[in-house]
Structures are given as structure tokens and as C-alpha cells.
T-cell receptor
Framework: EDQVTQSPEALRLQEGESSSLNCSYTVSGLRGLFWYRQDPGKGPEFLFTLYSAGEEKEKERLKATLTKKESFLHITAPKPEDSATYLCAVLSTYYGNNRLAFGKGNQVVVIP | NAGVTQTPKFQVLKTGQSMTLQCAQDMNHEYMSWYRQDPGMGLRLIHYSVGAGITDQGEVPNGYNVSRSTTEDFPLRLLSAAPSQTSVYFC??????????????FGPGTRLTVT
């Protein structure tokens, strides 16, 4: 069964204190890995898609990387506005059908 | 553009009642989908559509129906509400199918409580 595990579940950071979020997965036939940001009471907002091991994507203070078993979302010098829940999702194929599995999220609080 | 809109924002139903959650997008997106989000669980796909007139089941389709008569609208129908359907429901859309379908724009959500 496909599994997506995000760690840590919750993280408190001081403003400017860089850190990384982890998304580990066990799937067959990985087709893509997605990162979303979700603010309280709102829908997820798309951040990145990663397709193959070794790929990296950046956006402002966020950088996503992918290996064969996990992805990291690095937050460099975070600001309070980076406080959110970050969701990881993995797309795989199973007997020719696409399957998308979301992790439970990494809740990040950045303290001024 | 308004993006993806959902109505209502909040709803309380009694067990056995039926209702329709509305979703509309004004971006001419092909791909639309419905998810539910429950505490301690990841988002789970209910139904999706790759274009007008085409729908398919996701991971948790039981108790829900969908139709897609236009590109813009993708309503979700609860046939006979049950307490297990208490959740936050999100509609999402994407401008193309295939792997990029999952680079989605999400609506603000509908918080549904079934008593």
C-alpha cells in the first residue's frame, strides 16, 4: 500500500532559523511528488512538482528536493508569513491507474 | 478571475438529508476534483473529472455523486448524509490532464457537519 509520511508533525521556528521538512514515501511507479501550502481555514496552495530523483525547485525562501525515497522542503531564514501547514502528495501508478496520496502535513509556526 | 469558488462555506445536515456542494471555476480548466480533509488524515480524493461529461471515482466515492455538464461547474451531491461524512470538502481544478493535473488550484472549502 502506498504510504506518505511527513515529519515532524509540528515545528516552531524563530524568525531566521532555517530548517527542513521531510516527506518519505513508499510507492511503486512514482510519477510525481507535489508540495502544497495550506493556511488555516483555506484550501491548499500549490508550490512545487518534482518528477525525478535529484531534481530541485526553489521559490523565495523555499527549496524542494527529491531522492528515491523522500523529499525535503527547506525553509531558509523563515519569516512569520511562512507559518502554515505544508502538505506533500505522491502520484503513482497502480495497475495502470494513477493514485494520489497526501501526507498529513507539517505544521510550521515561525515566531517573530 | 475569481478562481475556484465553493458554496456554501458552512453547512449542518441531519442524518439522511441530501444536499449539493457547489463548485465553480472561471479559468477554463479541464480537470476538476473533490477532496475531503479530516483531522489526522491526509486529503482524500472523492471524485474527479477530466472534462465536461466525463467523471470517475477517486479513493473514497461511496455516498457521493458528481456530474460535469459544463467546463465551469462540478457539483458534489451527498445522497443520504451520514455522520461519517462530517468533514471539510475542497474542490480543485487544473488546466490540463496527466501528471500536471495535480498542480491544482483549490477552493476555500465547505465545512460540513452531519448530526
Amino acid at each position: 500500500e502506498d504510504q506518505v509520511t511527513q515529519s515532524p508533525e509540528a515545528l516552531r521556528l524563530q524568525e531566521g532559523e532555517s530548517s527542513s521538512l521531510n516527506c518519505s514515501y513508499t510507492v511503486s511507479g512514482l510519477r510525481g511528488l507535489f508540495w502544497y501550502r495550506q493556511d488555516p481555514g483555506k484550501g491548499p496552495e500549490f508550490l512545487f512538482t518534482l518528477y525525478s530523483a535529484g531534481e530541485e525547485k526553489e521559490k523565495e525562501r523555499l527549496k524542494a528536493t527529491l531522492t528515491k525515497k523522500e523529499s525535503f522542503l527547506h525553509i531558509t531564514a523563515p519569516k512569520p508569513e511562512d507559518s502554515a501547514t505544508y502538505l506533500c502528495a505522491v502520484l503513482s501508478t497502480y495497475y495502470g491507474n494513477n493514485r494520489l496520496a497526501f501526507g498529513k502535513g507539517n505544521q510550521v509556526v515561525v515566531i517573530p | 478571475n475569481a478562481g475556484v469558488t465553493q458554496t456554501p462555506k458552512f453547512q449542518v445536515l441531519k442524518t439522511g438529508q441530501s444536499m449539493t456542494l457547489q463548485c465553480a471555476q472561471d479559468m477554463n480548466h479541464e480537470y476538476m476534483s473533490w477532496y475531503r480533509q479530516d483531522p489526522g488524515m491526509g486529503l482524500r480524493l472523492i471524485h474527479y473529472s477530466v472534462g465536461a461529461g466525463i467523471t470517475d471515482q477517486g479513493e473514497v466515492p461511496n455516498g457521493y455523486n458528481v456530474s460535469r455538464s459544463t467546463t465551469e461547474d462540478f457539483p458534489l451531491r451527498l445522497l443520504s448524509a451520514a455522520p461519517s461524512q462530517t468533514s471539510v470538502y475542497f474542490c480543485a481544478s487544473s488546466y490540463r490532464v496527466g501528471v500536471p493535473s495535480y498542480e491544482q488550484y483549490f477552493g476555500p472549502g465547505t465545512r460540513l457537519t452531519v448530526t
